[in-house]
């Protein structure tokens, strides 16, 4: 598949089927954490990417897929390899999936500032922004974003909250000396309290960053949630993957893996059923590097 990829687990989604509709690493920001690697192509323009027509019979035929397989999803949810609002198709794909059950849209949240896109995001069933800094100096140092302002961002978020009317959570990713400071939380605080989310994710990062940086230890992680979970409804998320990917063939694997970065022991059961081993998938241009106590593979 070009386009859709999965199902995989996700904490705060279940079951969520992925839908790609941008290009590799095109993005509004370039994150010291991403963990597809440093931003090649950094822009605000929204346009059509790919063929919106090519991306909706996809996902129909893998939604037709799912249904005669006895198996289900939780959400159709687009995400993938760039930021999803900067395809200018995004509301169109929006209005037609819901016709294949609930749509989720986890984005940087950097465009929010723009009506068109706060309106086309309001027919979602879910929306996860995410929210690293509330600061301008902060916000620079790790989202790297192009040209943009963090103050008219959460702004869109707060304009966003007022107009749509279903589960809006804001996943917060910390950053050791980066974001994890008392006084850079409390800005984080403030700014949350503002928008007024559902929920709030607290995590750190647990597959290989772009940059040479660390994750928030569980102390800090700890203190964020005791500084921010206030008077917000706060989940701390140390494990963000429940469930099992669904993997019915090296060319679903290979799908998964250029968008989400698996862990050895994830993928291993599905290779000895093929009779396959890691050469064969390295081959392939699967990549391998260890990070922390663990080895991850990604396209």
Known sequence: MKYVYGVVPSRRLGKSLGV???PRKTCSYSCVYCQLGRTTNKTIERKSYFPKKDI?????KVVKETEKSGKSFDYITFVGEGEPTLCKDLGWLIEKSKE???VAVITNGSLLFDEDVRNELAECDVVIP???AADQKTFLRINRPIRLSIDKIIE???EFRKIFRNELSI???????YNDSNAVLSKIKNALERINPDKVYLMTFTRPPAEKVEPASNSRLLQAYSIIGEKLNVELIINPEQGEFWINSLDDLISILKRHPMRKDQIEGFL??????????????????KYKDN???FA
Request: hydrophobic share 50%; proline share 0%; charged share 30%.
């Open 20 to 22: 790609n509709v941008i």
């Open 56 to 60: 909706l019979e996809e996902i129909v």
């Open 100 to 102: 294949f059950g609930k």
């Open 130 to 132: 995410s929210l690293d």
């Open 156 to 158: 869109g978020m707060i």
């Open 171 to 177: 996943e917060v990713m910390l950053v050791k000396d």
């Open 272 to 289: 000895k059923k093929l009779n396959l081993d890691i050469k064969t998938i390295k081959n392939l241009g699967v990549k391998e590097v």
């Open 295 to 297: 080895t991850f593979f």
